[in-house]
């Protein structure tokens, strides 16, 4: 088996805030298989794409699909850049990795996580994120939570910090302001009391916070029990997230601005965080994602993967999610517009039942592209 042909999509102007990149590589064989790139927020989707065009015409075309780790050392090396590290260039390897487990399970006729040592469990556990968009005043997240409860959800995630007082956009200064700090303390007060102390609440930061502000915040939301701070300083800064740790007790989680083993290293010798989050379509796909939960495992570290992209993104996750023995949490985001899950024939997002997801013995990642949707979509051809 060859590859033969890979194709890149990205949507269609005008670009929303969640735009997808997802690739499909071809074989001379008639099977296929799909990856994503997880810049779907933020800039940079465009040049993902690009790199991936840039990694099929130099390192995929002519390829054995199955040879996945040498492919993988073939982008880590042969780039130049794969060994430095970043978004782009990971994203890319990425969405590569994913479409050749995809494409291995396919052909073998079993789920990717079969490739991968086999199921450690039948469900898992998800949060749900994305459901406070529009929420400003503290009882307006409270009453948010509370729908997140109806539909059967036990943990759900949610960034006190990015609206301001006032109801606008924008994240907190290094040194929070004292009004904008009782505002963050009085949304998380909120969803504790809507939705009771059985169900987990997860507080984002987005590495935006000083060190000294992160201290003070998380040591105020201790009594609120969440289940982890999430990224509360810079996660390019070890110490700063080390000093955070030693002074916070609650669990601290970080990883989905960190690639490959390389860029966890040091948070998993130091002991920094209680949970990694790799986002397994940044930081070096499947085959990368496993080596660093492996590692992580050595020092009794749970991984639970960040994952906001589209629905490919989220097919992967469930695979390695599968296979991973220190996986806890899986975030999830079952909120989205009908179109966003239209990308594919079979998302998985909207078929979690009560705040799980059983997972499926489909071929490969599970899923396939929707013909309809992405023929809208802006394609790149190579090959």
Same mark, same amino acid.
């Given at each position: 088996m060859r590859i033969t042909k890979i194709e890149i999509f990205t949507a269609p102007p005008p670009r929303s805030w969640m735009s997808p990149v997802m690739t499909r590589i071809h074989t001379d064989e008639g099977i296929s298989g799909i990856g994503e790139v997880a810049l779907a927020y933020g800039l940079g989707g465009e040049a993902g794409a690009r790199m991936i065009k840039e990694m099929a015409q130099f390192l995929l075309l002519g390829q054995d699909p199955f040879r996945i780790e040498y492919i993988w050392d073939r982008m880590f090396r042969d780039t130049f850049w794969g060994q430095g590290g970043g978004p782009v260039v990971y994203g890319a390897m990425s969405a590569i990795d994913e479409a050749l487990y995809d494409i291995k399970g396919k052909a073998l006729k079993v789920p990717a996580y079969e490739l991968l040592g086999g199921k450690c469990r039948d469900k898992l556990r998800l949060y749900a994120n994305g459901w406070y968009i529009g929420a400003s005043e503290p009882e307006e997240y409270g009453e948010a939570a509370k729908k997140v409860v109806a539909d059967g959800y036990t943990a759900m995630k949610f960034d006190p910090f990015a *609206?301001? +007082? &006032?109801g606008s956009w924008g994240y907190p200064d290094r040194v929070i302001e004292k009004d904008m700090a009782r505002c963050v303390y009085k949304r998380v007060k909120a969803v504790r009391e809507a939705v009771g102390p059985d169900v987990d609440i997860l507080i984002e930061c987005h590495g935006n916070l000083g060190t000294t502000s992160a201290i003070q915040i998380g040591k105020r939301l201790e009594e609120l029990a969440p289940f982890f701070y999430e990224e509360p300083v810079d996660a390019l800064n070890v110490d700063s997230m080390k000093k955070v740790s030693e002074h916070v007790n609650v669990p601290i989680a970080a990883g989905e601005r960190l690639y490959s083993r390389y860029h966890f290293r040091?948070?998993?010798? /130091? @002991?920094? %965080? /209680? *949970? %990694? @989050? +790799? &986002?397994i379509g940044l930081a070096g796909g499947l085959t990368e994602t496993k080596k660093i939960a492996t590692y992580a495992e050595t020092y009794n570290l749970v991984v639970a993967p960040h994952n906001c992209a589209g629905p490919v993104a989220t097919a992967a996750a469930v695979q390695l999610d599968a296979a991973m023995t220190n996986f806890i949490i899986q975030e999830w985001f079952p909120y989205f517009n009908d179109e966003h899950y239209a990308l594919v024939t079979n998302a998985f997002e909207k078929k979690a039942v009560n705040g799980f997801f059983e997972i499926p013995d489909t071929p490969g990642l599970g899923i396939e592209l929707s013909e309809e949707t992405i023929k809208n979509h802006e394609r790149i051809v190579v090959g």
């Open positions: *609206i301001r +007082p &006032d040091k948070y998993v010798e /130091d @002991q920094v %965080l /209680d *949970i %990694l @989050q +790799p &986002d």
